[in-house]
Structures are given as C-alpha cells and as structure tokens.
C-alpha cells in the first residue's frame, strides 16, 4: 500500500483488528473504504494521512488500545461515516500524551457511537475537527472490561489538547436506567486539563438525568485538574441537562448564544444552571435558560469580580418568578416563546422577545448556520430568527416581500 491507494473491502465480517503502520502522504492519503456492510474489530492507526470510511466496528479487545474502536497515534486521520458499537474501551480515541506532540490535525465526521464503554470520542493532541457525529448510551462497566478500574465513566465526548473544533454533535440517551451505569458521573463533554483553545459550536446535548449528589447529567464538566483549561468557546449549543455548566480552577471560558434547558422536577441544592470555581475571566452572554429550578448563575467569591454576565434570558414554565439576582440587560422571568418546548424544538416564535435583545458578541451564525445578527440586533438563545420567503414570478428583488423576520425555517409558497 503507497500514499494515494484505495482498499476496497468487500461486505462481510471479518474477526480480525486492522493494524496500520505505513503512512500515506499529506493530501494523498492511504484510503480504507467499505464496500457495503463491512464489520471488523477495529482499527489501530500509527502511521499519518489515512483514511477509515464506512465501516461496522465492535468486538474490540480488552486491552487499553486495541479496546477502543478507532484508536489514532498520527496525523492528519479521517474517520468519515464509521459505526462503532458496544466497544470495551471507548469509541474513537485521538491518543497523545504530555510532552509529545501524539496525533493531529485529524477529522472526525458524520460516525455513529453506540453503547461503548467510557466514552464515545476521547481527544488528545493538536487541531482536530470533531463535527457531526452521534453518540448514545456510553456504559460504565462494559461486560468485556474484564477488571476496570474505580475511576470508570459514561461520557460522551472528552476533550484535551489544543487548537479543536467541536460542532455540530448529537449526545443523548446515556441514562441512570441503564444496568450497565452504576454511579458515573454523565457529562455530555469534559476535560480536567490540559485544554486550551478550543471551540464548541451547534451541538446538541441531551443529559436530562439525576441519580444523587455526585451522580448526576451535566452538559460541561470542565476543570484545570491535570492542567490548564483556558480560552474554552462554547456557543450556539443546545444543552437539556441537570447542570448546564460546571468549571473549576480555569480562565477565559466564553459561554454566548447557547440555550441551556432543564427541569422544573430537579428543584435540588446540588442544581444549577452555570456553577463557577475558581473561574477566572468568564462571559456568559445571550444564553436562555429555561426551566433552571435553582439560580442560573453561581459563582464563588474568587470567580465573581472577573464575572462579565448580562443579557441572557431567564424563565421558568411555572411561572414563578426565578432564583437568583438578575444582571444588566436580563430578560428575567420572560417567556423566550420557543416554538414548541415539548417537543424540544426551541426555535423561537415570531412574537419572541428575545429577538434582537442580546449583548453585540462576536458570534456571525446561529445553531443551524444562519446568519446573526439580522435586523436591529443579536437574538438571545441559540437560534437567530429567520423568515425565508420564495418570492412570486415576476416581483422585484427588493419588493414589499424581499426580507422579512420571523420563526427559523418558514417559507412562503409562490
């Protein structure tokens, strides 16, 4: 195999792990491409610029590597399309270890990650790209984990290194009902450090889940304990947990446009929307926060006088009035009008107050790409308001009709 050859496998199961030690070449790399349903046990990937597509990964080892579904010591990896289910260790794992540079620049697209043990994406290294993938039902104890140790987990994606893109991930249905998910603490994405740079965009996470004090379903775990997290983006996200945010020990962490969601039932001391710890230099900015039973915001003495908040929109479906002090610019206690919460479709409506009342940030698109801002300003939430119309034969461009305002996704028939 030589840098710009394709191997084509053919539909099958095949019981063996693919070990791939000769590299491609940077922008011609060595492709392995599935032909129809092509399970295999996996795939250890030590050699730069390859390729892995469109394959069905399970029965993985009991081993730290080889236990993973897609274990990467390289750079420049794609993982395109790939299944990886029920895996002892992990899903996708991008290795790299303090002191060594370990894999980058790798792409991490449109792959299903279903029931692995621990985790479904594990990042280590510098300048990945981790976009549109899906993840559901990470186990703490998985049945091949022979001998595991105390510290095991159900997370969905784990994030270390520097200089990545996370966007546009789908994390649900790991849930305290499963047999297999004794304690574990349920985070949609954590890290305890090292962690600089990195930027969390339109992903969607689903962790609506609570079993006691220390066991509970957060969005964002984020702490400086192994090292530094600083310079953290999370925006237009969409987050349904018990806790939206936690950061401990860590600095400039932007959190702008997201729509944090949860549930009126978890009106307990352990709850609260963001929590900061020793936070240093922390925005929190045109966020809706919807159903938080305790205050949205609590920061700790040492993380309140860099605190920059205001601006975000505070409700409560009950309509009782919500815990907490409000900050400049709050819409607080306002219905954001989304256009059908039971659903879990948080678009806003056209009569929305929060249209046009978020803080200037830096932030140009919305969940789904959109622009922002459009008319007199930032729309607060995930979501930019946008009406699209399809404009009858034979009108001007710039008609009665050409730009108008409104619910995301609306068009108007000739």
């Known amino acids: 195999v030589v840098p710009g050859s394709t191997v084509h496998v053919l539909p099958g199961r095949y019981q063996e792990r693919v070990r791939v030690t000769r590299p491609g070449r940077e922008g011609t790399p060595v492709v392995f491409q599935a032909e129809g349903a092509v399970r295999v046990r996996g795939f250890t990937i030590l050699a730069d610029d390859i390729t892995v597509r469109g394959f069905e990964i399970t029965g993985t080892e009991d081993l730290w590597d080889d236990g993973v579904g897609i ?10 399309d790939n299944q990886v289910r029920h895996a002892t260790r992990g899903g996708i794992l991008l290795f790299g270890e303090l002191g060594r540079a370990g894999s980058t620049g790798c792409v991490v697209r449109n792959n299903l990650l279903v029931r692995n043990g621990l985790m479904g994406i594990e990042i280590h290294g510098k300048d990945h790209v981790i976009e549109g993938n899906e993840i559901w039902g990470t186990i703490q104890y998985h049945p091949g984990w022979v001998d595991p140790p105390p510290w095991v987990d159900a997370d969905g994606i784990r994030f270390f290194g520097q200089g990545h893109r996370i966007k546009g991930n789908y994390i649900h249905n790991i849930s305290y009902d499963d047999a297999q998910n004794v304690n574990p603490h349920i985070d ?5 450090g090292p962690a600089v740079d990195i930027v969390f965009e339109g992903n969607r996470c689903e962790n ?18 192994d090292g530094l997290v600083r310079d953290i983006i999370i925006r237009n996200n969409v987050i349904l947990a018990f806790n939206q945010v936690t950061i401990l020990d860590s600095r400039r962490i932007q959190i702008v446009n997201n729509t944090f969601v949860s549930d009126l039932d978890f009106d307990l ?10 936070a240093l230099r922390v925005t929190i900015k045109n966020n809706i926060f919807y159903d938080v ?3 949205h915001l609590a920061p700790d ?9 205001g601006h975000n929109n505070v409700y409560r479906s009950d309509g009782r009035r919500p815990r907490g002090t409000p900050s400049a610019g709050d819409l607080w206690g306002v219905d954001p009008e989304f256009m059908n919460p039971a659903a879990r479709d948080f678009r806003l409506q056209l009569t929305s107050p929060v249209i046009d009342a978020g803080a200037e940030v830096d ?13 007199g300003g930032h729309d607060i939430g995930a979501f930019e308001s946008v009406i699209d119309l399809v404009e009858p034969p034979g009108l001007i461009e710039n008609g009665p009709h050409a730009s108008r305002r409104g619910s995301t996704g609306l068009r108007f028939p000739p």
Do not use: H
């Not at 274990?71 to 395109?80: G, H, K, M, S, T």
């Not at 003495?301 to 908040?309: Q, V």
């Not at 932030?363 to 008319?375: A, H, I, K, S």
């Open 71 to 80: 274990f990467v010591d390289a750079r420049r990896c794609l993982l395109e």
């Open 208 to 225: 609506l889940e609570y079993q006691g004090p220390d066991e509970q379903g957060k969005g964002f775990m984020i702490e400086s304990r």
């Open 188 to 192: 949609c994405f954590q890290t305890w």
């Open 269 to 278: 001391p352990a709850q609260v929307g963001i929590g900061l710890f020793r």
């Open 301 to 309: 003495l040492a993380s309140e006088p860099s605190l920059d908040a």
């Open 363 to 375: 932030v140009t698109t919305d969940f789904t790409g959109n622009p922002r801002p459009l008319g």
């Open 293 to 295: 039973a305790r205050p």
